[in-house]
């Protein structure tokens, strides 16, 4: 087990992912972490694992290409406010940001 | 609504049924069942019958798992984080529906955004397998399973990012198939790992698959990985020849001697799976066992968690509550984004998200991002070599049948067998891959899968038809057996 990942870190992760964790919510993380960090560091016993060049994308032989920079319509703004418990004429409320308490 | 799509076209054609009496029967099944197997986040009672074309799917109820966006419908993910949320939009593949005149009568029950395998954290409880209500349906396209298995429709919607069309069609008795990555369109599918999550279908028969599918898939501007399908046609393409076939299994997973202690139930899944084999090469076709290095093999459960929280990590972090969602409580923006967060996810989530974020911290990238990365692509280069040579491969899912609701934890444990998770290679290279029913286990169904190269979803499917035609579990309906 990698031992910098402690219980003081995974609750500093939870609160920078804006996430509160009960006890025993931190320790099933702890608990399975365990078993990942197990788990992968058999892998770096794989011969010239570091050669490897990491698969980030499903299809090796797709082509991506850049579409035209062409305007589209937007959406009407009734429905980008519809899903929002709190607005106010054409905007979505929230608390004061600048100089408020953040 | 027991029998194929061609059946109720053809019914409907003849005048023997309309429209509006299939989705009456299909919203009737939808609330007897919902009370015993919770399988539905929303039953769409106001549903309207459409007129029949030539399209196989006019007129046809059908179902859609509830993380694909529906307009001016409910779409939670399953989850309070968006319990309440009405899209303004269709979901590309569920617009491609209902532009051929497909009828969706209900929203079904997920994983919390797809994020499980058990059917077991949806916000609205735990759906039952239909064979046995004290056994899990495995997840995450749970709901779907458990209705296209009990006969509700022909056909529901699924999503799949480890294995989760082709792990409940398993444990329903039912068809899943998740066509090569891009095939159909992600855009308006609530995201969960973007590298590995596809679009795909729960059937009764592979026949059914291809139609839909065929009606799903297209190049989508809105999603930049989809791409140009139109000179494929699934359907057309199936013939049931399979002379000359190439399938292989692996030995590592088939072999009974891999196992300490196999439980019955793993002994007659793995006995069942070697006897269709037998029955498999009698139409012509020539099978054989090959072997994978065993540690890439132990490696892929964690490498499969690694790279999806990761990615999960980054797609979820717009879950906040104040565009969408419900509102958190607090005294400014960042108090009501967490407590919006805290209440709004499962522990599960919240577990995974957590564990993404350590993995993608500079210090901690190459040791367990990268390195998961890099055994992906290990792994996917040995499915890779198997497909110049073979077909595809064929494997039995899971351990057995649909584990014990009472004994089920969604949580990646020490003995988790590669057995289990082994569908996941088919996300990691983005391969078409299909379950089909192969037998009964403990009067419970179990299923085998075949996975091939990508762009060959036709060559696939029409393996998976010959085979399901050599078998007797085509068309089954689940029936209660406890």
Known sequence: MNNKFTKELVDDLASKLLIGLSFEENKMVLDEFAIIDENLSKVENIPNIETIEPMTHTLDDFIFTLREDEATSSIDIKDALRNSDATEGREIEVPIVVGGDN | MNKSIKELHDSLKKGEVTSEDLIKEALEKSHDINAKYNAFVTIIDDAKPTSLTDNLLSGIPFGIKDNYSTKDILTTGSSNALKDYVPFFNATAVQKLLDAGAVPVNKTVLDEFGMGGTGTTGHTGIVKNPWDPKRMTAGSSAGSACAVALGVYPYALGSDTGDSIRKPAAYCGIVG????????????????????????????????????VDTMKGIDKNDMTSWDSKDINLYKSINGEVKGKKLCYIKELCDLNNYENPTEELKSHLNNFM??????????????????????????????????????????????????????????????????????????IKRRLV???????????????????????????????????????????????????????????????????????????????????????????????????????????????ALENAMEYKNQIAKEVR
Request: charged share 20%; net charge neutral.
């Open chain 2, 355 to 465: 564990i993404g974020s350590y993995i993608l911290q500079k210090e901690q990238q190459e040791r367990y991002f990268k390195n998961a990365q890099r055994v992906r692509r290990l792994l996917v280069d040995a499915w890779k070599k198997l497909y110049e040579k073979y077909d595809a491969v064929i494997l039995p899912v899971g351990s057995g049948p649909a584990k014990h609701l009472d004994g089920s934890k969604d949580i990646l444990t020490k003995d988790t067998a590669p057995l289990e998770e082994h569908l996941q290679i088919g996300n990691f290279g983005g391969f078409p891959s299909i379950t089909i029913p192969d037998g009964f286990v403990n009067n419970l169904p179990v299923g085998l899968n075949i996975t091939g190269n990508c762009y060959d979803d036709a060559n696939i499917l029409n393996i998976a038809y």
């Open chain 2, 275 to 348: 006897d269709k084999l037998e029955i498999f090469k009698k139409l012509g076709i020539e099978i054989d066992c090959v072997s994978i290095p065993k540690n890439l093999l132990d490696a892929l459960p964690s490498v499969y968690v690694a790279i999806s929280c990761a990615e999960a990590t980054s797609n979820l972090s717009n879950l906040t509550g104040i565009i969408f969602g419900p509102r958190g409580n607090g005294k400014n923006v960042t108090e009501m984004m967490m407590d919006h967060r805290t209440k709004g996810f499962s522990p599960l």
């Open chain 2, 177 to 212: 198939y998740k066509p090569t990555y891009g095939m159909i369109s992600r855009y308006g599918l609530f995201p969960f790992a973007s590298s590995l999550d596809h679009c795909g279908v729960l059937t009764r028969n592979v026949l059914d698959a291809a139609i839909v």
